[in-house]
Every structure is written in structure tokens, then in C-alpha cells.
């Protein structure tokens, strides 16, 4: 079975601040994929990241970043210079194999940033 | 180009009654999927295709709850008769290996309150 924890139910900062979300995961597949989205205010869930288990090198994409560490099961999703858009809930997730398979979710973590 | 297509976006029913959700996914996507969304059980998976074939139901919760999906551009879930518990929001995604290398991605929701 796999499953994908985020510890950190909320996290509240000021706007500037960074801020890192935490994500550990399972499986027993040693091809996997990872994900991250953002979900707004509004409802709707907005990829933003997709990392395969064969890849841990960091990403950084403007005032986002992702570091993926096999060794510890861990995918951390950092924001630079938070701003109060960031704030959302953000949701880390698994799929198994080729990656084609349904998305196992973790519990989401609510960023608050506040001005 | 548009993306993953869901109606409606709300719905309202009473305990008993049937409700069909509809998605339209993004037009040369192969796969479509099925996540439901509750504050108690977070983002769960409940039923997968692959060019039109059910590949994984194994999160449909009960025999009360359906899914079609009759051709590449179309799929409905029915729940037939609805209760209360099934009030939550259920998101529909889609992807494909080539055009979209397995992200999914969502459509906006529909959020069904059952009375």
C-alpha cells in the first residue's frame, strides 16, 4: 500500500517570510511519481510539480522550489518570499508505476500568509 | 485550449434522489479520473479509465455509486439513491503519457449537498 503524510495541518506566516511544506511518503514501487497542487480559495486544484522516483535532482521554478530525497522519502515543497496569493491549501501526492494510475493524496496543509 | 470540463458546478438534491455529475476531459486525453473530496477523508480516488475501460473501481464506495464513460469526450458518475454522506465535491481529472506525461490535470468540481 503506499501513502503520502503531510504532518503540517496549517502553517500561518507573515507575507516575505519563506515558508517549507513538508511531504514524506510510501510505496513499495521503485518507479514512482510525485506530485504537488495547489488548491486556492476558489475550489479548484492547480498542478504545479511532477517528479519521477529516478530524479532527485532540486527544482526551482521562480519563488518555488522542490527537494526530493529518496533516502529520507521525502519531497519538501520551499516558497521563497511568500506572498498572501500563496496562501492555499497545498496537497503532495504519489502514483505509482508509470505513473498513470490514480494519485494518492496526502491530507493537504493550509498556508496562511498574512500581510 | 480548454481544460477538464465538469457540470454542474453545484448541486443540491434530497436524500433518495439520483444525481449525475459530468465531465468533459481535455480533448486527446486518454485517461479520466474520479476523486472525491471530504474534510473527514481528504482526496480519495474512486474509479479510473483508460480509452473509455474502467481500469480501477476500487474506490467506489458502494454499489449505489456509478461511473460511464460512453466515449473518449465523456463520463458520468451516478449515485442512485444519494444520502447525506455523499455530500462532498467530486473533481474529475484527465491525462495522457504523451501529451500530457501523466500530470493530471482537474476540472473545477461539482459540490453536491445531499439533504
Not at chain 2, 443540491?12 to 485517461?31: A, N, W
Request: net charge negative.
Amino acid at each position: 500500500a503506499q501513502k503520502v503524510t503531510q504532518a503540517q495541518t496549517e502553517i500561518s506566516v507573515v507575507e516575505k517570510e519563506d515558508v517549507t511544506l513538508d511531504c514524506v511518503y510510501e510505496t513499495r514501487d521503485t518507479t514512482y511519481y510525485l506530485f504537488w497542487y495547489k488548491q486556492p480559495p476558489s475550489g479548484e486544484l492547480v498542478f504545479l510539480i511532477r517528479r519521477n522516483s529516478f530524479d532527485e535532482q532540486n527544482e526551482i521554478s521562480g519563488r518555488y522550489s522542490w527537494n526530493f530525497q529518496k533516502s529520507t522519502s521525502s519531497f519538501n515543497f520551499t516558497i521563497t518570499a511568500s506572498q498572501v496569493v500563496d496562501s492555499a491549501v497545498y496537497f503532495c501526492a504519489l502514483a505509482q508505476g508509470g505513473g498513470a494510475d490514480g494519485l494518492t493524496f496526502g491530507k493537504g496543509t493550509h498556508l496562511i500568509i498574512q500581510p | 485550449d480548454a481544460g477538464v470540463i465538469q457540470s454542474p458546478r453545484h448541486e443540491v438534491t434530497e436524500m433518495g434522489q439520483e444525481v449525475t455529475l459530468r465531465c468533459k476531459p481535455i480533448s486527446g486525453h486518454d485517461y479520466l479520473f474520479w476523486y472525491r473530496q471530504t474534510m473527514m477523508r481528504g482526496l480519495e480516488l474512486l474509479i479510473y479509465f483508460n480509452n473509455n475501460v474502467p481500469i480501477d473501481d476500487s474506490g467506489m464506495p458502494e454499489d449505489r455509486f456509478s461511473a460511464k464513460m460512453p466515449n473518449a469526450s465523456f463520463s458520468t458518475l451516478k449515485i442512485q439513491p444519494s444520502e447525506p454522506r455523499d455530500s462532498a465535491v467530486y473533481f474529475c481529472a484527465s491525462s495522457d503519457e504523451n501529451l500530457a506525461k501523466n500530470i493530471q490535470y482537474f476540472g473545477a468540481g461539482t459540490r453536491l449537498s445531499v439533504l
